[in-house]
Structures are given as C-alpha cells and as structure tokens.
C-alpha cells in the first residue's frame, strides 16, 4: 500500500488540489487511463449553449446532428460561420436531403442563419441562444 494526498477539482482553478487528507491505494492493481482523445480523431469543442441543444433537439429528424455538426465545425474553424459540406454527415449516416431538412428546420427555428448560392456548399452562421430569447 502507498499513501498518497487526496485531491479534488477547484473549479475556480481549473484543476486539482490537495484536500489535506491522505489515503492508502494500492498502486500494483491501478490501470493506466485511457487516453480521452484520440490523435487526428474528431472532436465537439465547446462551449455550446445547453438552451441551444434544447432548441434544436426538440426539432425533428437529425436536425440536432446536423447542428451538432455545425458547432464542430465552428469550433476548428474558430468561427461563428462555416461552410458545411456533406462530409461531416457522412460517418453519422445523413444523406443530403436530411441534410436540408435539418437545415431548413434550425433556421425556421432562428438556431443559424444561412446564406445558399446556386452550386455552393450553404454557409452557416451559428446565432447566439441568449439573443434568440430576446427576438
């Protein structure tokens, strides 16, 4: 057995810290952790505004996907807007015309604002929840 601090999350910090308390833990049977993100592996950057999931998980068919998809895009792109594609949708199983579908019910319900050209890919401006509230 080997005696170790017991630490807990300091949210104010943004980390851990020592409680004061000590504690017996048997290193030989601790497993290592598990990476929590794999490398080149996509990944939903935050934050994203609970009342926005709401919204749009109240929406029908994949338009919470296909939001959810947006706001990952927003997220590597460091920007409110983004050109979607199809191929985001592709790994989740949405064809085009769920695509439009989605998108068309998160713009009826004022969750992005979308900008079509003949043969282009739509651009998509993420709107802000809490602004949503006041219109």
């Not at 998108?103 to 949503?132: M, V």
């Amino acid at each position: 057995m080997t005696r170790i601090e017991h630490k807990i999350w300091n949210v104010q910090r943004g980390g851990f810290t020592g409680s004061g308390e000590a504690m017996d833990v048997n290193i030989d049977t601790l497993e290592p952790a598990e990476r929590l993100r794999v490398a080149g592996d996509r990944f939903l950057k935050g934050p994203i505004p609970w009342s926005w999931v709401a919204d749009a998980a109240a929406l029908p068919g994949q338009a919470l996907l296909v939001g959810l998809c947006i706001w990952r895009l927003a997220g590597v792109k460091k920007s409110r807007t983004v050109f979607f594609g199809n191929s985001d949708l592709k790994p989740l199983g949405i064809d085009r015309a769920a695509k439009s579908r989605a998108l068309l019910a998160l713009e009826q319900a004022r969750l992005i604002k979308i900008i079509r050209q003949h043969g282009r890919f739509p651009t998509i401006t993420l709107l802000r929840a809490d602004r949503l509230r006041n219109l």
